[in-house]
T-cell receptor, first 109, second 112 residues
Framework: TQLLEQSPQFLSIQEGENLTVYCNSS?????LQWYRQEPGEGPVLLVT?????EVKKLKRLTFQFGDARKDSSLHITAAQPGDTGLYLC?????????FGTGTRLQVFP | ETGVTQTPRHLVMGMTNKKSLKCEQH?????MYWYKQSAKKPLELMFV???????ENNSVPSRFSPECPNSSHLFLHLHTLQPEDSALYLC???????????FGPGTRLTVL
């Protein structure tokens, strides 16, 4: 069974702080996606990274795909309460998309 | 309507009831999924349908019975559920199984 471990599992921070969420596996993925799920809704795609070492930015969010395509990170600069939610990574492996264990982020004003 | 819709959004049922969850996708995708999401647990894949055929069933108890009558619709039939089945049930669709999945808003199920 392929497993994508995310860390930390839970994160509570104050508005304005920076944070990094990690997504790690022993498997190589052809691409990796990040989703955000807000309370009461389904996950929504934020970004897809495809090339090893690729970095993508989405406003205050920076996504990086590891050189070996086994891991990824999501960095949020100056977090805001609107960033609160569950962050899920998902790796494309053979013919499937495997979801990570999730990081629940709470940003307090 | 666009995207993936799920009905009902909330459902409370007794352990002896029979109910069904409905999912509809308006994206022309060929794969559909049922997930269970419990508090403080990872997203659990329950069933996968590809081209209207069930291709994955991840050790889900028989009290959950999926149905995919066509490429746009997916049902989850529930009977004789247990309180521990209370969770958010999410439906998703994608064009091919390795591509981006688009999720519905989920059905919040409470089993009394």
């Amino acid at each position: 069974t392929q497993l994508l471990e995310q860390s930390p599992q839970f994160l509570s921070i104050q508005e304005g702080e920076n944070l990094t969420v990690y997504c790690n596996s022993s498997s190589v993925f052809s691409s990796l996606q990040w989703y955000r799920q807000e309370p009461g809704e389904g996950p929504v795609l934020l970004v897809t990274v495809v090339t090893g070492g690729e970095v993508k930015k989405l406003k205050r969010l920076t996504f990086q795909f590891g050189d070996a395509r086994k891991d990824s990170s999501l960095h949020i600069t100056a977090a805001q309460p609107g960033d609160t939610g569950l962050y899920l990574c998902a790796g494309a492996w053979t013919d499937k998309l495997i979801f990570g264990t999730g990081t629940r982020l709470q940003v307090f004003p | 309507e666009t995207g993936v819709t799920q009905t009902p959004r909330h459902l409370v049922m007794g352990m002896t009831n029979k109910k069904s969850l409905k999912c509809e996708q308006h994206l022309g995708h060929n794969a559909m999924y049922w997930y269970k999401q419990s508090a403080k647990k990872p997203l659990e894949l329950m069933f996968v349908y590809s081209l209207e055929e069930r291709v994955e069933n991840n050790s889900v108890p028989s009290r959950f019975s999926p149905e995919c009558p066509n490429s746009s619709h997916l049902f989850l039939h529930l009977h004789t559920l247990q309180p521990e089945d209370s969770a958010l049930y999410l439906c998703a669709s994608s064009q091919e199984r390795r591509n981006t999945q688009y999720f519905g808003p989920g059905t919040r199920l409470t089993v009394l």
